[in-house]
């Protein structure tokens, strides 16, 4: 509160999101603040897990929530600190580059990449897994690939034989990758960093051929990339049982499954003015923020996907999670036809879905233990 201009003023709104919101939430403060006069847009920036923490563990408080992956919500939030989240920006794994100093840069295409990394001379980086989702993602990525090309040696030529990063492959088909507490490289060919924003500089600077990075990262710095495909990179729902085939245990234990790189937006529920907060999430999911997000290589999810007890004031601008479907008699549906999200109340049918969706889980989880 800035009380020395009457604490009526000025109204504070707070927000905690993920590292790589810093750049489009920026513009989208600034656009904001000049709609409504008298509030104050005050971002913190780090890791989604960490945003999470602050407002969970640490006891700040916070207006608005935005994760990098928008599961954290349901799973860290629910349902002490949150009960809705919306679902609003996609981000992918490509493959940055300098088009003046990269070795083979003229060559190289979402069919060859890899073979490209494969070259003598060719160094190539990812952040640390451990420290870094960006990072571990990576990984994924050579792994998915291996599966997409149908090429088995991938990860054995880019990663095994570089890095201190094992894998082994399960009976039912999954690959879990493991993460040593130091990662590093044992050949020149490899460059792992703490952070995946610290890659760019050096690919700017020709030091670095090419490096994993996050689409928003590529397009905010104006590098190249290969637009890698979306059976690999991380971008797309469709693909979520592709994806999650390959699993990364980092050096804390904790084992994360591929899945699509998809944000999620909350007001928390213990908000200090949820009011303001609401006010900024409508404007971060809807035309003004879609548009801040499609031009800084974050693509928006139009409509935006609600979950939970969304509140009203959002209700006409997402579409809510899909209710069991229940046959219409008076229009036929095609299965491409995009409801408009009313607010018509949830079916009962659907939460009892869900339920029975987790025993169904359980089940198969003691079965897989069984083996």
Known sequence: ??????????????????????????????????????????????????????????????????SADYSLIPSMMYPEYADWYVRFATNDMVLAYNPEKSMYADEITPDNWYEILRRDGVIYAFSN???????????????????????????DDLILNNTAITISEDADGTFLITVPEDPTANTEKVNIRPKSVELVAFVEE??????????????????????????????????????????????????????PIVYGITVPTNAENPDMGLEFVKFVIGESGQQIFAGMGQPPIVPPEGSGDVPEELKGLVQLEPVEPTPTPTSTLTPTATPVATSTPKAPGFEAGFA????????????????
Do not use: W
Not at 3 to 16: L, N
Not at 31 to 59: C, N, W, Y
Not at 207 to 223: C, I, K, P, T, W
């Open 129 to 155: 897994p451990n420290l870094d989702p960006c990072g571990y993602r990576s990984p994924m990525v050579m792994q998915l690939a291996e599966l997409y090309y149908g090429d088995s040696r991938i990860f």
């Open 206 to 259: 020709g030091g670095l051929d090419y490096a994993f990075e996050y689409r928003s990262v590529a397009v905010q710095h104006n590098l190249s990339f290969v637009d890698l495909p979306e059976q690999i990179d991380l971008s797309k729902i469709e693909y979520a049982d592709t994806y999650k085939k390959v699993k990364i245990q980092t050096v804390d234990g904790k084992t994360k499954t591929g899945k």
């Open 1 to 66: 509160m800035h009380h020395f201009r009457g604490r009526a003023e000025v109204t504070t709104v707070k927000v905690f999101h993920a590292g790589s919101l810093a750049v489009p939430l920026e513009e989208a403060e600034s656009q904001f603040e000049a709609l409504h006069p008298g509030v104050d847009v005050q971002r913190e920036s780090m890791g989604s897990v960490k945003a999470v923490r602050q407002i969970t563990d640490v006891g700040k408080i916070g207006d608005v929530l935005a």
């Open 356 to 371: 029975i969706a987790g025993i169904l889980a359980i089940a198969y989880l003691v079965l897989r233990r069984r083996k």
